[in-house]
């Protein structure tokens, strides 16, 4: 229902780049925080101003247990993932001494009582470090060389290729062509890590337009599924939004709950297989057939609106707005043999309330619906 789109999109990417699942009750609530406090103010700003906030967000430092860091003590979980997942990736040149180093610099990152970012400068490992081609300073705030190695980190050039490339395969497809990305990490590196002019050139770029089909990933089935029939959600019924994330989990992306720090997966192999494809059926099913107590839809409104009209128009306008382009021939010939009717025949208006739910789950589930 938001009218940004893109945005949307962004903080939904984000927060799969810096994965926080909900794994236990303090995380479900920091993790929620970290969405509205972290990823929703940077999702379309600079990188290296996002990923000093992930690194600060409480839910991250509990998940990963850099609050538990100290000199003497260090744990290398949030290193380790920062430099892997969050920036070089784990071809980008690091060893496990450069892991080391880098928890050795964020001890005595933490936060306080009121889940606030806190430095705690006792527990902090102030020995000289070299990481990166990053030297640390010998004078100044040791919490500041934490951030400063931070933004050092955002601005290689291995981290703006890692994370060039997990865009374009999240935005164009599972192999994206090394020109793309070229074009993307020329454009983090003249505007400074700023995520906006990076996207800017991506849907600009011509393999961008003539990108291949991709299987959507559950999330985005269910959105779109959910608005092509005018589907809304009471926000205040408790009821409704439990059967809505129920429907989420059984279709196998239930919001944060991706166990491991990498994220739900972005390629059409974590997805595209017969489980998946039957559980989009069984919610199209739900969906189309006024079945889902989740969701109150329009389509029992178009279906009447069509009432009175020749079959041509009818699959023509449901396809137009459940499809949101033109009809198939292959699906044309699969609705009339669904209904057996000729294209200028006027169904009744019982025929048309028995078969318009089924005609909208074939738009809804048929090969090209489960792509974008």
């Known amino acids: 229902q938001s009218p940004a789109q893109l945005y949307e999109r962004m903080v939904e990417f ?90 050795r610099l964020l001890t005595g990152w933490m936060f306080n009582r009121d889940l606030e970012f806190v430095f705690v400068a006792s527990k902090h490992d102030a020995s000289p470090l070299s990481i990166l081609g990053w030297d640390r300073p010998t004078t100044g705030d040791p919490m500041a060389h934490g951030v400063d190695f931070l933004n050092h980190l955002a601005r290689l050039p291995q981290t703006a290729r890692f994370v060039c490339h997990k865009l374009a395969v999240r935005f164009v497809g599972d192999v994206p062509p090394v020109e793309l990305i070229d074009v993307m990490e020329a454009a983090w590196h003249e505007h400074d890590t700023a995520i906006a002019p990076v996207l800017a050139v991506m849907v600009s770029h011509a393999s961008f337009v003539d990108a291949p089909p991709k299987f959507n990933r559950p999330w985005d089935y269910l959105v779109q599924t959910v608005r092509s029939v005018g589907g809304t959600v009471d926000a205040a019924n408790r009821s409704e939004l439990r059967d809505a994330y129920g429907m989420m989990r059984d279709l196998g992306q239930a919001l944060f709950r991706w166990p491991s720090p990498d994220g739900y997966p ?11 494809v039957l559980a989009r059926w069984d919610f199209a099913t739900k969906v189309t057939s006024s079945d889902s107590s989740a969701f109150q839809t329009s389509l029992p409104d178009k279906l009447a609106g069509l009432r009175g009209t020749p079959a041509h128009t009818i699959f023509d306008e449901l396809a137009l707005s459940l499809r949101h382009e033109p009809l198939t021939e292959s699906l044309r010939a699969v609705a009339s043999d669904l209904t057996n009717w000729a294209p200028d025949d006027v169904p009744s208006d019982d025929e048309l309330d028995l078969f318009g739910p089924h005609l909208a789950f074939v738009f809804l589930a048929g090969p090209n619906a489960l792509y974008r």
């Open 14 to 103: 984000w927060g799969d780049h810096f994965n926080v699942p909900q794994v236990s009750p303090p995380t479900t609530i920091t993790r929620i925080v970290m969405d509205h406090d972290t990823l929703r103010p940077h999702a379309l700003g600079r990188f290296d101003e996002l990923l000093v906030a992930t690194a600060q967000s409480p839910a991250m430092l509990m998940y990963l247990n850099n609050f538990q860091s100290s000199v003497g003590a260090i744990n290398e979980n949030y290193a380790r993932e920062l430099l892997e997942l969050h920036t070089v990736g784990v071809d980008g040149g690091y060893d496990e001494d450069d892991i080391v180093s880098v928890a």
């Open 266 to 276: 972005d390629t059409d192999a974590a997805w595209l297989n017969a489980g998946a």
